[in-house]
């Protein structure tokens, strides 16, 4: 690849005593949009969480433009330029919309102002004296990915978007998607429903038991249809 | 096996011979503490809940005996039991409110409920105040078995603490106590079974007082005096401490932790106040480092060596 | 006991005592709000909470008797030289327990009271020393005489209370640290240093026990002890409160001192107690506490 932002090798990861992930490979290139597919349970959740450092042990190799970040803390990797939007959005309740938009920090220039954000998603400006979790679930899900586009970061890390979403809500964030990506932004993004990722990705990685077994590229995705099926038990 | 009877013949050996190596009264306060330590560690391991506050069961146990048996003149094993009741009853109160909120809520509350009584005794005339009850006499117990002497005095209270110590483990070991630790490990799934988990805690709390109550009556009656001190909030640091040295949730754990404590305080005498402080360094080093406690450090240890050799 | 008149009680017995009530509401008020916020961000309960309100007190006293620095500047140095002291302990010992249960925070910080306690008595022994008040004099307000460093004293915690309720639901710092307290992982994950902003937030706690402790000293006698029961009461005063409020925090605080000194005009022996049977009172009826969310 020409210009490789985010390259992860023989990646493993433990929670406690289970080790979850036992080696993943693959690579993002710059202004990507890839996505982790995989059942549950596959590790999905937790290589991005080891990207992000919040996973406690971790071995192999992680690097971001170049620069390792296995042995880092969450709040440098962070400051490298990479944002995380957690499965379950962690909306923060104790603050109102526009508190949880403002709070993560801005970690370098060329991150989106709030007025563009609220352009995006202009449900959350009217409601943006509102307590976090009193949005509706595609409210804060819209939230959780509004609030990491004003700090800079390059490489968004989404997890599960759309999971439990109705279906226009899920089409308004694939458009959603697809202007951050037009933008600029690189994304990573983790899905089980295969049907929206096909809309939206440049690449797919498949995972299976804690590794990186397949790739399948946007363009070869039609003839490999049966073969993804497979994988992902549909 | 045979080793573990060695062990126990070893043990009675020492327990019957005691009071001619040792001052027999820091034996019998020590055997006080013991229990009234085996009784906090009954619901600090089996139950999951830590009281912050027994010195309030250990203390008052002590004014009821010394008012029964001074003032009123009753014989000395009923005032052993008003001791007991009244442990208990104030156990019902407290332990009924305190159980409504967990964990460290309810380390405050135990404490909060004990200062509240400390305060009382120190208003309330019938516990001499600052002066404490002094001169409580000793009794013929039962009518015959004479007490005036320490080392008869001294059978006497091993009988009481074992006596004890037998309650705390039968009762662990019943169907009851089984069912207290299923609701230590996982409440949700013992209520979901059908089991009332408040009730069982509520008559775990109440039977942790009445012993500690036992405990604190039987100290009473050996040092003649029952005081303020015995109520108060240090005692009821101190008896955590006691177990924590020993090793929570460990049946001989509190027992050894509170020779150790006892010893200290008695061996220790001469820095004064500075016993306090290192009974604080005690606290912060077992927190850090040893928080398994002389008995499960020790048992960690001998399985480690057991596994390598 | 007894139907309490006021009618019959002067006036002047009367507003002293509430007066009185008010300045323990104020400490109260001071260091419910410091634990319920170190709570919050450590898990701990601070029992050493009680000895660094002491601290204050007696670094404000050394500062006066030893370099003759007056209380004013005692008032702003204390607070930061306590502060850092409990920032030098939570980065030695408290960062070494947040993955344990909460109860080991509430036995290592028992420890340490009793080490800081001891030592105090041990070097300086435990009769009190007396702090001249730095503004001698009052008012006499016809109903009752106010002397002017109490009516100070009350409008300073108040004064102080309301900037931290500030600090904390109006500000950016706040905003992280509310954060942080509901989930610090992910507060990390965006890029603050969490670690940095627990020990911030521990050191601010114990600087507001020791900023109570140094207006306390020209009201009580400075002495070792003087946090000891201290600290038993404000354990009360936030189970009654629940520590999920920081203006819950104020509120209890200051209304349990009143409710006390209206109990020492009433009914004079039940003054010590009073607060505990309100707490016993509170867990029958609501046992989170006034402010407290369920679960």
Redesign the interface.
Known sequence: MADTLLKVEGLQAWYGESHILHGVDFEIGRGELVTLLGRNGAGKTTTLKSI???VEKRRGSVAFEGRETIRL???V???QGL??C?EER?I????NVE?NM????V?KAGGMSLAEIYELFPNLKERRRSQGTKLSGGEQQMLSIGR?LR?GATLLLLDEPTEGLAPVIVQRIGEVIRTLKSRGFTILLVEQNFHFAATVADRHYVMEDGRVVDMVSAADVAENIGKLQAYLGV | MSNRVLIGIAVAVVALAAPWMFYPVFLMKALCFALFACAFNLLLGYVGLMSFGHAMFFGMAGYFFGHTVKVWDWPMELGLLAGVLGAAAIGLVTGALAIRRQGIYFAMITLAFAQMIYFLCVQMPFTGGEDGLQGIPRKPLLGFIPTEDDYTMYYIVLAIFLFGYGAIYRFIHSPFGQVLKAIRDNEQRAVSLGYEADRYKLLAFVLSAALAGLAGATKAMVVHFATLTDVSAAVSGEVVLMALIGGLGTIIGPVIGAFVVIAMQDYLAFVGQLVLVIQGFIFVIIVLAARRGIVGELTALWKARRKVG | MGACNIFEVSSQLLFSQLLLGLINGAFYAMLSLGLAVIFGMLNVINFTHGAQYMMGAFAAWLMLTELDIPFWAALVLSPIIVGLFGIVLERLLLKRIYHLDHLYGFLLTFGLALIIEGLFQWRWGSSGAPYPSPIPGGTNLGFMFLPTYRGFVVVAALVICLATWFAIERTRLGAYLRAATENPTLVRAFGINVPRLITLTYGLGVGLAAMAGVLAAPIQQVSALMGVNLVLVVFAVVVIGGMGSIMGSIVTGFGLGIVEGFTKVCYPPASNTVIFVIMALVLLIKPAGLFGQTK
């Open positions: 992000m450092g919040i803390p969450s709040d990797i962070a400051r944002a995380y957690p962690g923060f309740s104790s603050l508190e403002l709070l993560p920090p970690v990491i700090t």
